[in-house]
C-alpha cells in the first residue's frame, strides 16, 4: 500500500448494507492501493455492548473488511478491538486456541477482557490505537486475504 495521503480526508462517508440500511461516517482517510484498490478508513460511533462507542470500518472497494469497536476505557487508553475472523469466514478465533501466525507482532487480546459486557465475544482480537491506521489496514489485509 501506499503512504496515506492525509490531504484525502474526507469529511462524510456513507456505505449501503446488505439490508438497504446506510450507515453515514462522521470523518474517512480514502487513499488507493498499490493494487487499484480503493482503501477507505471510516471514524463513526454506535450504541453496542450496552453504550455508545468509536467505530473504525476498513473498507477495499467499498467491501467492510474489518470493523474495529472501542474498549470500555477508549476514554483513557484510545484503544480499539478488532476481532480475527477465521480462514473460513464463519466464525472467530476463540480464546482457548492460539492466535495465528499471521498476527505475530500484533498486541492481541480475548475481546471480553476489555468490553465487558453481556454478550462481549470470548474471542481473540486486535488491539490497536485510534490512530495507528498502519496497524489496522495490516489487520484489514490479512483477513481480506483470508477471504474465499
Request: proline residues 5%; glycine residues 6%.
Amino acid at each position: 500500500m501506499k503512504a496515506i495521503d492525509l490531504s484525502r480526508v474526507t469529511k462524510k462517508y456513507e456505505h449501503v448494507w446488505p439490508d438497504g440500511s446506510t450507515e453515514t461516517y462522521y470523518g474517512a482517510l480514502e487513499f488507493p492501493s498499490d493494487e487499484g484498490i480503493t482503501v477507505v478508513a471510516a471514524f463513526t460511533s454506535r450504541y453496542v455492548f450496552n453504550r455508545d462507542r468509536r467505530r473504525v470500518v476498513i473498507f477495499f472497494d467499498d467491501y467492510p473488511a474489518v470493523e474495529f469497536n472501542a474498549t470500555d476505557d477508549y476514554a483513557t487508553t484510545g484503544e480499539l478491538l478488532s476481532l480475527i475472523r477465521r480462514r473460513s469466514g464463519r466464525d472467530y478465533y476463540s480464546s482457548d486456541e492460539p492466535t495465528p501466525p499471521e498476527y505475530m507482532g500484533f498486541n492481541t487480546i480475548v475481546y471480553s477482557e476489555r468490553i465487558q459486557q453481556p454478550g462481549a465475544y470470548h474471542c481473540i482480537a486486535v488491539v490497536v490505537n485510534i490512530v495507528d491506521i498502519r496497524s489496522m489496514l495490516q489487520h484489514a489485509l490479512i483477513q481480506w486475504g483470508w477471504r474465499s
